[in-house]
């Protein structure tokens, strides 16, 4: 990760070290972006900054390279979308249909609209899920939940885990849960800084919340003011789209104690641009969520330019 000189001081001077590849993440180095923390997430170097669907602005989205390139970029934190099969088996990818990041129109022409859940994971896993995006990705796979999770953990990374349509795949969130478990991913460690889930649906959270009250949990969207309160019975975040949100509106999810008796927090989507991330840094929020993770981490630590 490039880093001007002047962050890189900054960085220096509050006595933390950013390593280029394959090292430690500004968000790591400021520790576990705990929901129990009372400040919030924010840390000295700035908002926690998420590579969405992995570094998804320079490898296919979803794909186990795009988790690797965000290591390798110097991110911990990736955020993933998890749908279910025709069998059963959890996968990671974001459209209920298989068309834009597949090669499936061309392997399977008498199966639209290719709809994730009408096929088989044997059928998935024939796919292309790279070549759309580049020739050099030619062959990357649409990973099942349990690979995706294998990878994320062998490259000490963090996970925020989205639970992508839940109204398609009635008991999604006990299955999630069950993947995650058999992957080793609900132990304490795990639970305490290293997971979150996340989804548009508030029922889908709050069954989440239901079956695993100890998990950090995140509502997609932007409840009016009025309404956070009864978000904050069952999540610890609200995580909004950036063109919603007022510095008011951040201050007022601040003001609330969350599931877990903590200050909510904030992560905002989809930023990929340094003057909006630092707009968004100025509102207050706690993490930005972006396909672009080195183009935001810059931006933000450039704020100490500034
Ligand atoms: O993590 C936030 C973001 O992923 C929500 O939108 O459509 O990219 O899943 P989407
Ligand atoms: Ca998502």
Sequence with gaps: MYVRPA?????????FTLTVLGGTSASAATGPSSPTSPAGAAGLLGPVVYAHRGASAYAPENTLDAIDLAMRLGFDWVENDVQRTKDGELVVVHDDTLARTTDVEQAFPDRAPWRVKDFTAAEIATLDA???FGAEFAGARVPTLREYLDRVQSNRQRLLLEIKKPELYPGIEKETLQVLDEAGWLDAGHVQGRLVVQSFSADCVRIVHGLRPDLVTAFLGTPTVADLPKYAEFTDRINPWHTTISADWVAAVHGLLGAHGK???????????????????????????TNAPDVVQEAVLGAFDH
Aim: proline fraction near 0%.
């Design 130 to 132: 790279g070549s759309w």
């Design 263 to 289: 200050t909510m927090e904030v992560d905002t989507w989809i930023v990929d641009d340094a003057a909006t991330a630092r707009k968004v840094q100025g509102m207050g929020v706690d993490g930005i969520i």
């Design 7 to 15: 962050a890189a001081a900054a960085a220096a001077f509050l006595g």
